[in-house]
């Protein structure tokens, strides 16, 4: 049996299947796109369904793929069993071939037994073939056609070995192929049957090949499909499990860089792994699962897709907790995760940060309420006689209000003897979906009625004044407020729970609704016993601002009294970067001239962007002049200075306003002071720093145009600037290091080096005219005569295009009268040219045959009657393109 890695496991699958004609799809989504049905894709057909049903037609009928797959419940996937089973998996990937009305029993029987006895090197006496009882062609096909013995070949019912869709539909007989971990047990018949149909371990299930063979009809009759179909499945982690030798999937190399972080990162051995490996395994499932959702799109949310991404990052975490992590750490196993397996699925690598935040994000909401969560629990536990059940409304009551995941409570209950009423914990939860609210019958209110009925309820009761929600993000970042109304699914609730996405009205809010080219602010609400993630602020109405977010712990209620607080760090981010955007834009006029006008601007946490007119693009030299007159007025630590005015009396200062913007009779200022005069000045409803001294660097990234007349700066500050410049300078010290300069040195080394290879190019060039000048002097003894014409046909070894065009040249001054045609595989890239003397050029015109052979090659050209050339695809044919081009130049001068 061959040892091969993950990767290559996975590779020599799809190689085997592209060497036998199959198109190599790559993986679709887990989310999948073309079945409302399914939560999560589910197997490797699943993105093929519409075909097999005859909906969608590909412009391939054979095709193969290593398909991302998830998997949170079922006969199969009872989540409670990853961790301490050696194969149960949420995420796992399927690889599979399809034939869609192309081959069918033979060739997929056929192709199975060769990926697995010859190119990963099974041995026949370990595996074991089962088909359906009915089935005698494919018994047929494995004894007979392929030659495994008889005694290797079982044959099974409906429950083991026939597959369908639906109650009506496709469907048909099954074949599998299974691995006998333990053949020194004997291969007593009966009990392999037994094995085969319940199983306690020892044969594993490797390939299952479905054959879509039949329609089933209402009445239960079946009637042959006109083009039968072949869908097959083959476990990546299983296979890999045999040919690795290990017959717990986590001692693979799937899994054993995620569990060795896992070890690193809380400073634990191998032995202590030994000892109580379910957490590692439940960890390193877990984390590939949420870094493949979160990569497809899914976040951690209450409900639907967004629930199972959230409940096996909690989970992960819990079990985190049990073998000695205190806070965040899941990000970083991600990173093993990304590493591992981001080689084939690139989209792991491309969105890594957004992997790593939303799995901290989602880490630390739990952190707040675990330990709450956990003691509840034990007391509930405590209170119940040995080996006793949890009640489901106890269940729901840890879900609901502490925001303890069912699985986590059961997870828990379990390692304490203890189980938990399902069914009930189902019941209080459709019970509570119902009284809360999720089963009205009005559905959902228009937005602009709700919002506006409801400023219109809150004002007349006297909880809002005329002016509605009172707003001040400028005095503090935190302030004490009364909840008003709570907004979920589109309707007005008097309560909401953990885990509830909703938008809450306050009687005054500190947070920054966004406005001017500044993002709102994100933060918490809290109060006794419940907290409010805030994820986005917004004024839907005049007078209404609604805080948009997650309950995270407790159940929030109209009425309830607590604090909001603004996210300090990321508010002095956007501080930053908003008062560096006055100072670059008094910069711009200054550099550019008083022509320059803000056209827009993003001032973010991470970044700021600021769109002005200019009719040109900015020089260098401009943006370093730009850049270090900010990083000037930044290190003279200048006075921001807001005061409220006069429209008027602004204007008449010299205020700058935003072009179109509407502005009420009373504006605020903001005004950077320099030595007595003003550096910038303008109106701005922004939060700005106190000094230009807090802004820190500032870093101008990036300079394009947008359209017409108008030009955009992207630039950091603070947090961002800094990472960028230690970046850089890491950069820069890689790039010495590779070069063997010091980092002062590198733009010379490179300078340097430029120029050698530009020589080693002009010796190589003339290296490769000299060994082509030797090629065609040998060339001229395959020139065939055909009365007074010379014809040579031939294919030349790879050369520069302009060296294969001095070739007919050398050709044509060696001979008076003659055709000649080359060609050259150039990289698998086909060339192709043709010289025709001018005698000749009515009999042969160059243009013409040339464009007569270049498809064969999968290109087209053409040309003038002497000279013509081509190039192609399929350099494989370029043999054949040139054979034709001989006969039509025998033809033509016959």
């Known amino acids: 049996m061959k040892r091969l890695t993950s990767a290559e496991v996975r590779q020599a699958f799809l190689d085997f299947f592209e060497e036998m004609k199959h198109k190599v799809v790559a993986s679709s989504s887990l989310v999948p796109g073309n079945d409302p049905t399914l939560l999560f894709t589910n197997a490797g057909m699943v993105q093929f369904k519409d075909v097999f049903l005859g909906l969608d037609k590909r412009d391939y009928t054979r095709a193969a793929s290593s398909q991302k797959c998830m998997r949170v419940s079922g006969k199969h996937n009872d989540l409670e069993n990853v961790g301490p089973s050696p194969r149960h998996h949420t995420f796992f990937e399927m690889l599979g071939n399809f034939s869609f009305g192309d081959y069918f029993k033979a060739e997929a029987c056929r192709f199975a037994y060769d990926l697995l006895t010859r190119v990963y090197g099974l041995p026949l006496d370990r595996l074991y073939f089962t088909v359906h009882t009915s089935d005698d062609e494919a018994y047929k096909i494995w004894t007979e056609d392929i030659g495994v013995p008889a005694e290797r070949v079982y044959r099974l019912g409906d429950k083991w070995n026939f597959w369908q869709m639906a109650d009506t539909g496709p469907c048909g007989p099954t074949s599998e192929i299974h691995y006998d971990w333990d053949p020194s047990k004997g291969a007593d018949r009966a009990a392999i049957q037994a094995e085969l149909e319940e199983g306690t371990g020892r044969i594993l299930e490797l390939w299952n090949l479905v054959f879509m063979q039949f329609n089933q009809k209402p009445d239960g009759a079946r009637e042959p499909l006109p083009k039968p179909g072949v869908d097959t499945g083959m476990g990546l982690e299983r296979v890999v499990s045999v040919i690795q030798g290990v017959q717990v999937n986590y001692q693979t190399d799937l899994f054993t860089p995620i569990i060795a972080r896992i070890l690193q990162l809380n400073g634990m051995t191998q032995d202590d792994y030994k000892r109580d490996s379910v957490p590692y395994h439940v960890i390193a499932d877990h984390i590939r699962a949420a870094a493949f959702l979160i990569a497809d799109g899914v976040n951690p949310g209450p409900k639907d897709r967004g629930s199972v991404c959230r409940m096996v990052i909690r989970r992960a975490a819990r079990f985190g907790r049990r073998i000695g992590f205190g806070g965040p750490f899941l990000a970083d196993v991600a990173d093993a995760v990304i590493e591992n397996m981001g080689g084939h699925y690139h989209e792991l690598v491309e969105r890594r940060e957004a992997i790593r935040k939303a799995i901290t994000q989602e880490e ?13 629990l034990d007391a509930l536990l405590a209170k119940l006689p040995e080996r006793g059940v949890l009640s489901g409304a106890d269940a729901f009551f840890l879900k609901s209000s502490l925001g303890l995941p069912f699985e986590v409570t059961r997870d828990v209950a379990q390692e304490k003897g203890y189980t938990v009423d399902e069914k009930g914990y189902q019941q209080a939860e459709a019970e509570h979906s119902v009284a809360s609210g999720g089963g009205q019958a009005m559905g959902v209110i228009k937005q602009d009625e709700l919002y506006n009925g409801l400023l219109r309820e809150l004002q007349t009761l006297g909880a809002l004044g005329p002016n509605g929600v009172a707003y001040d993000p400028y005095s503090s970042l935190e302030r004490n407020v009364r909840v008003l109304a709570i907004i979920r699914d589109g309707m007005p609730v008097p309560e909401a729970s953990v885990g509830d996405r909703v938008e809450v009205v306050l009687h005054a809010t500190p947070f920054y609704v966004e406005a001017g080219g500044q993002v709102s602010d994100t933060g918490v609400i809290r109060g006794e016993g419940w907290t409010v993630d805030v994820e986005d602020t917004r004024k839907p109405i005049g007078g209404l601002i609604v805080h948009i977010g997650e309950i995270v712990e407790g159940a929030l209620r109209v009425g309830a009294v607590g604090v909001a607080q603004v996210d300090g760090q990321r508010r002095w981010d956007i501080m930053r970067n908003h008062t560096a955007t006055h100072l670059l834009h008094a910069q711009l006029r200054a550099v550019l001239g008083p022509h320059v006008q803000q056209k827009g601007s993003l001032v973010a946490p991470d970044r700021l962007r600021f769109d002005f007119s200019h009719d040109q693009s900015v020089s ?31 204007r008449r200062e010299g205020a700058m306003a935003l072009f179109g913007e509407k502005y009420g009779e009373r504006v605020r200022t903001v005004t950077v002071a320099s030595n007595g005069s003003r550096y910038s000045y303008e109106l701005c409803g922004g939060t700005h720093v106190p000094a230009t001294g807090v802004i820190g660097p500032f870093v101008i990234t990036y300079e394009s145009s947008v359209s017409q007349g108008t030009r955009r700066i992207e630039a950091l500050t603070g947090h961002g600037a800094q990472q960028y410049i230690s970046r850089q300078i890491e950069t820069l010290r890689h790039a010495a290091s590779q070069l063997g300069a010091t980092p002062d040195l590198v733009a010379t080394r490179v300078e340097a080096l430029q120029d050698e290879i530009a020589q080693a190019r002009q010796e190589n060039a003339k290296l490769r005219r000299q060994v082509a000048r030797l090629e065609f002097e040998g060339l001229l003894n395959k020139v065939e005569r055909l009365g007074d014409a010379a014809v040579l046909v031939a294919q030349v070894s790879p050369t520069a295009v302009e060296t294969l065009r001095e070739m007919t040249d050398w050709f044509r001054d060696k001979v008076k009268s003659g055709v000649v045609v080359l060609g050259m595989d150039n990289d698998a890239k086909p060339q192709l040219i043709a010289a025709v003397s001018d005698d000749l050029s009515k009999k042969v015109h160059a243009g013409n045959l040339i464009k007569a052979i270049a498809p ?10 002497n000279m013509a050339q081509a190039g192609g695809k399929d350099a494989s044919k370029l043999g054949a393109a040139l054979a034709q081009a001989r006969s039509l130049v025998y033809e033509a001068l016959k």
């Open 364 to 376: 630390v909401r739990f952190g707040r309420t675990l330990e709450r969560g956990l003691a509840e």
């Open 856 to 865: 064969i090659v999968g290109g087209g050209g053409g040309g003038r009657p």
């Open 620 to 650: 260098r030299d401009q943006l370093a002049a730009i850049a270090a007159n900010v990083n000037e007025a930044i290190l003279a630590n200048y006075p921001v200075q807001i005061v409220e005015k006069g429209l008027d009396e602004a």
